[in-house]
T-cell receptor, first 118, second 112 residues
Framework: GAVVSQHPSWVICKSGTSVKIECRSL??????MFWYRQFPKQSLMLMAT?????????EQGVEKDKFLINHASLTLSTLTVTSAHPEDSSFYIC??????????????FGPGTRLTVT | GEDVEQSLFLSVREGDSSVINCTYT??????LYWYKQEPGAGLQLLTY?????DMKQDQRLTVLLNKKDKHLSLRIADTQTGDSAIYFC????????????FGKGTKLSVKP
């Protein structure tokens, strides 16, 4: 149990375009979802936290108009990178937690999405 | 602010034990976690320990917590080549607002 999927796993887009990444909890209701960014050989940086039906809470330094997060249902959150630039190229990972998957103490991570902006 | 520190590399021989260490600064941490990340993949929750515990064992994994020194370790017994990965230590204050603060990860290399 507690499986989180992401789609796509890998995407290449041109500079200036937007790309949407989906994160789904497959076998539990995710009351909270998190979006992280991971640079090569570095740790995960929390970008934002979203509770179902509420606006996302962004970490300091993360542009909310550039990284649009929607958590419209208990099993789906989306991250849209708007007007992407090469510096947005990174590995984006989502995680989710919910009462059916360990409660507030366990986060389950998706497999990540590799974004390359050319 | 909160900070989690780990050594970056560890190399062991197959069959030996591996010990990965982590220190953290937030004394209000209530949960401490170990995650495993294989190349190109997301993070897999290995185990976690509540701050009022000293030790937790789960098959080949043993977690030791020294709350006084804010030191956490993960011991992998009988390390196998499949254990080669990056291991992240993380802390959380728990609850609905508790987010995870990650260390930079320790790359474990297992030599046959």
């Amino acid at each position: 149990g507690a499986v989180v999927s992401q789609h796509p796993s890998w995407v290449i887009c041109k500079s200036g375009t937007s790309v949407k990444i989906e994160c789904r909890s497959l076998d539990f209701q995710a009351t909270t979802m998190f979006w992280y960014r991971q640079f090569p050989k570095q740790s995960l940086m929390l970008m934002a936290t979203s509770n179902e039906g509420s606006k996302a809470t962004y970490e300091q330094g993360v542009e909310k108009d550039k990284f649009l997060i929607n958590h419209a249902s208990l099993t789906l959150s989306t991250l849209t990178v708007t007007s992407a630039h090469p510096e947005d190229s990174s590995f984006y990972i989502c995680s989710a937690r919910g009462p059916q998957a360990g409660g507030p103490y366990e986060q389950y991570f998706g497999p990540g999405t590799r974004l390359t902006v050319t | 602010g909160e900070d989690v520190e780990q050594s970056l590399f560890l190399s062991v021989r197959e069959g030996d034990s591996s010990v990965i260490n982590c220190t953290y600064t937030d004394s209000s941490s209530t949960y401490l976690y170990w995650y495993k990340q294989e190349p190109g993949a997301g993070l897999q929750l290995l185990t976690y320990i509540f701050s009022n515990m000293d030790m937790k064992q789960d098959q080949r994994l043993t977690v030791l917590l020294n709350k006084k020194d804010k030191h956490l370790s993960l011991r992998i017994a009988d390390t196998q080549t499949g254990d080669s990965a990056i291991y992240f230590c993380a802390e959380s204050t728990g609850g609905s607002q508790g987010n995870l603060i990650f260390g930079k990860g320790t790359k474990l290399s297992v030599k046959p």
